[in-house]
């Protein structure tokens, strides 16, 4: 595609449920990263793959947040048993190449757990 | 661990006032220094990156520094259209891939007409 595309661009849910968050990248986009922003901060740090591997998990809060690339391209940012506190914009970004190099982001997904 | 800090948190210039904003890091190993422009309900839009030290990048109006301290975002004769967020990031060095963005909080640029 032209950009990097994630869907739902809003989510609100309930308290307890889960949710899918889902990254579709550059057409090609080696790199992969989940970012977390709230307002009036800076992007936060929370995965990152290298095609299909996760290389690096550690900014996932807890163990409710999971993250997957199965092939190498389309992702997918996993939040069981959601909080309140887990209410944010959640960020996916790519890049070419391995380093990070240019990244571009998306429009993010706006989650509100109520 | 990383601190990337930036100031002002928000300034505001007339149209044609030129000012520089600042990003100070602490890094172990920096692996590239990025700065972004983010747009209200937008992601962040990539602008530069510099590796060393004295190393200095153009476009348009802005101009962006390094030193081994510090990075500055030098914007000449400002237009309202450049008013956004300028967030700086490093790249953490972690086995050779800085793969990892730390970000700060972000300047709130405005330029009045």
């Known amino acids: 595609g032209a950009g990097v595309s994630q869907s739902p661009r809003y989510k609100v849910t309930k308290r307890g449920q889960d949710v899918a968050l889902r990254c579709d990248p550059i057409s090609g986009h080696v790199s992969l990263y989940w970012y977390r922003q709230a307002l009036g901060q800076g992007p936060e740090f929370l995965t990152y793959?290298?095609?299909?591997?996760?290389?690096?998990k550690s900014g996932l809060p807890n163990d409710r947040f999971s993250a997957e690339r199965p092939e190498g391209s389309i992702s997918t940012l996993t939040i069981q048993r959601t909080e309140q506190r887990d209410s944010a914009m959640y960020r996916c970004a790519s890049s070419l190449e391995r380093d990070v190099g240019e990244a571009f982001f998306g429009q993010g997904t706006r989650l509100t757990v109520v | 661990e990383d601190q990337v800090t930036q100031s002002p948190e928000a300034l505001r210039l007339q149209e044609g006032e030129s000012s520089s904003l600042n990003c100070s890091y602490t890094v172990s190993g920096l692996r590239g220094l990025f700065w972004y422009r983010q747009d209200p309900g937008k992601g962040p839009e990539f602008l530069f990156t510099?590796?060393?030290a004295g190393e200095e990048k153009e476009k348009e109006r802005l101009k962006a520094t390094l030193t081994k301290k510090e990075s500055f975002l030098h914007i000449t004769a400002p237009k309202p259209e450049d008013s956004a967020t300028y967030l700086c990031a490093v790249g953490e060095d972690s086995g050779g891939s800085n793969y990892k963005l730390t970000f700060g909080k972000g300047t709130l640029l405005t330029v009045n007409p």
């Open positions: 793959f290298n095609y299909e591997a996760q290389q690096d």
């Open positions: 510099l590796y060393s």
